[in-house]
T-cell receptor, first 112, second 112 residues
Framework: EDKVVQSPLSLVVHEGDTVTLNCSYE??????LLWYKQEKKAPTFLFML????IEKKSGRLSSILDKKELFSILNITATQTGDSAVYLC????????????FGQGTILTVHP | EAQVTQNPRYLITVTGKKLTVTCSQN?????MSWYRQDPGLGLRQIYY???????DKGDVPEGYKVSRKEKRNFPLILESPSPNQTSLYFC???????????FGAGSRLTVL
């Protein structure tokens, strides 16, 4: 059974801090690693990673995948209160594979 | 506006009373899927559909049915709801690569 585990489960920081969220996976046949952000509603897509060592960046957020050690990290620099959310990682998808396995999520709280 | 629409958004029902949660997308997406979200467990995939008349089980399909008779609609059917199906349900869709999911706003279901 495919498994995705995120850590920490929750994190409280102050504005300006840098945070690193972790996602490890055990899957039969790796396809892609995805990151989503969930505020008080539906998740929204952040990144898709398929190749090891290639960093994806979007503003203050970045993510990288290590296919040898089977994990990914999501970094947020100079955090803001608007970064407070649940961050979800998932494995699966691709062009012809419909299953997605999500981790439990990391609840990030950023205080002013 | 491109969106995924779920109804009802909130529902309280009783054990054994059949219900249907509708999901409709206006983006001509081939792929649609259903998830439930429970505290500490993240998102768990119930069923997915790669295209019309093509559906498959996710990780937690027991107690649920789906159908995909038209491209835009993917209803979730609970034939005989039980209290352990109390949850927040999300429908999602995407095109081509099954990674950049567009989620509906969620349906909060309580089974008494």
């Amino acid at each position: 059974e495919d498994k995705v585990v995120q850590s920490p489960l929750s994190l409280v920081v102050h504005e300006g801090d840098t945070v690193t969220l972790n996602c490890s996976y055990e899957v039969t046949n790796f396809r892609s690693l995805l990151w989503y952000k969930q505020e008080k509603k539906a998740p929204t897509f952040l990144f898709m990673l398929t190749s090891s060592g290639i960093e994806k960046k979007s503003g203050r957020l970045s993510s990288i995948l290590d296919k040898k050690e089977l994990f990914s990290i999501l970094n947020i620099t100079a955090t803001q209160t608007g970064d407070s959310a649940v961050y979800l990682c998932a494995e699966g998808g691709g062009t012809s594979y419909g299953k997605l396995t999500f981790g439990q999520g990391t609840i990030l709280t950023v205080h002013p | 506006e491109a969106q995924v629409t779920q109804n009802p958004r909130y529902l309280i029902t009783v054990t054994g009373k059949k219900l249907t949660v509708t999901c409709s997308q206006n983006m001509n997406h081939e792929y649609m899927s259903w998830y439930r979200q429970d505290p500490g467990l993240g998102l768990r995939q119930i069923y997915y559909s790669m295209n019309v008349e093509v559906t498959d089980k996710g990780d937690v399909p027991e107690g649920y049915k789906v159908s995909r008779k038209e491209k835009r609609n993917f209803p979730l059917i609970l034939e005989s709801p039980s209290p352990n199906q109390t949850s927040l349900y999300f429908c999602a869709s995407s095109t081509g690569g099954i990674n950049v999911l567009t989620f509906g706003a969620g349906s909060r279901l309580t089974v008494l």
